[in-house]
């Protein structure tokens, strides 16, 4: 009999977009950002936590974000996606998952995105409990190209890396491969 730590890992996939309206506050990352348009939506619409969500639902083989929270309660009308990511973290520790890390792009035309991503970062660290230095976010411009180059929309693509250490106790190696 010997006693051996399997390290399980998975991997999650998540994406967003939502239309830039006239009237609408701006939220990417959890951030305020001076535009003349917001994402519209029933929450705060803010694609970047929205993706990064269903890239650890995904992972965690838990479904996706509106499973979780209905864009038709109205609970969730006009809620922070902080609240969206904090469940997201009791999910991941309640089923003792941790983050790898996480990494995302955000497609938009404008604004430009450099001078927020570090104040995104720290969003992200606090509301999902990620290490900043495990947190990656990249932004593009759509080239001109479609919706969100006519800056009528912006998306976010984002991947998660989870992992947990289970001590399993088998006979053999050939056991644990089995
Ligand atoms: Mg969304």
């Not at 009237?23 to 029933?42: C, D, E, M, Q, T």
């Not at 790898?100 to 035309?109: C, K, Q, S, T």
């Not at 570090?118 to 990620?130: L, P, Y």
Request: hydrophobic share 45%.
């Amino acid at each position: 009999m010997t006693s051996t730590f399997i390290n399980f890992m998975r991997t999650g996939i998540g994406y967003d977009i939502h239309a830039l309206k006239k009237g609408r506050k701006l939220v990417l990352g959890g951030v305020a950002i001076p535009f003349n348009k917001g994402l519209a939506g029933h929450s705060d619409a803010d694609a970047l936590y929205h993706a990064l969500v269903d890239a650890l639902l995904g992972a965690m083989g838990e479904g996706d974000i509106g499973a979780h929270f209905s864009d038709t309660d109205p609970a969730f009308k006009n809620a922070g996606s902080a609240l969206f990511a904090s469940k997201t973290k009791a999910l991941l520790k309640r089923k003792g998952w941790s983050v790898a890390n996480v990494d995302a792009v955000i497609l938009a035309e404008l604004p430009k995105m450099g001078p927020y991503r570090e104040a995104m970062k720290k969003n992200i660290a606090r509301d999902f409990g990620i290490a900043l230095d495990r947190i990656g976010i990249k932004a593009k411009t759509n080239e001109g190209f479609g919706a969100i180059g006519k800056g009528d929309a912006i998306a976010c693509w984002a991947t998660a890396l989870i992992e947990k250490s289970t001590k399993s106790e088998a006979r053999s190696t050939k056991q644990i491969r089995n």
